[in-house]
Nanobody, 123 residues
Framework: QVQLVESGGGLVQVGGSLRLSCAASGRISRINGMGWYRQAPGKQRELVAA???????NYADSVKGRFTISRDNAKNTVYLQMNMLKPEDTAVYYCNADVTYSTVSYRRTNNYWGQGTQVTVSS
């Protein structure tokens, strides 16, 4: 099993910044793609940003130029730096990761979600 633990959410004013962190632990041989999703009340969960194991990134149009995703493979951690925050960024933010666990005779990749962290941008 793998656990993803997010931190860094909170209340911030319009134009402010927050940095989210997500640390993975457990049975991990390799973490492949990692990403951040968000879900606002009454809306579907949406992709915010993703990063491959090699560092390639992908962003939702609504956050391009304001958010930056990064990862520290040595720490099994992914980050989301959020700048110039807007009220419409208010949501629960979820970490997601594809994790491979392998031994000499076994290999399996599963997808995991964190528990979510609330980000609230007040005007």
């Amino acid at each position: 099993q793998v656990q993803l633990v997010e931190s860094g959410g909170g209340l911030v004013q319009v134009g402010g910044s927050l940095r989210l962190s997500c640390a993975a632990s457990g049975r991990i041989s390799r973490i492949n793609g990692m990403g951040w999703y968000r879900q606002a009340p009454g809306k579907q969960r949406e992709l915010v940003a993703a990063i491959s194991s090699g560092g390639s990134t992908n962003y939702a149009d609504s956050v391009k130029g304001r958010f930056t995703i990064s990862r520290d493979n040595a720490k099994n951690t992914v980050y989301l730096q959020m700048n110039m925050l807007k009220p419409e960024d208010t949501a629960v933010y979820y970490c997601n990761a594809d994790v491979t666990y392998s031994t000499v005779s076994y290999r399996r990749t599963n997808n995991y979600w964190g528990q979510g962290t609330q980000v609230t941008v007040s005007s």
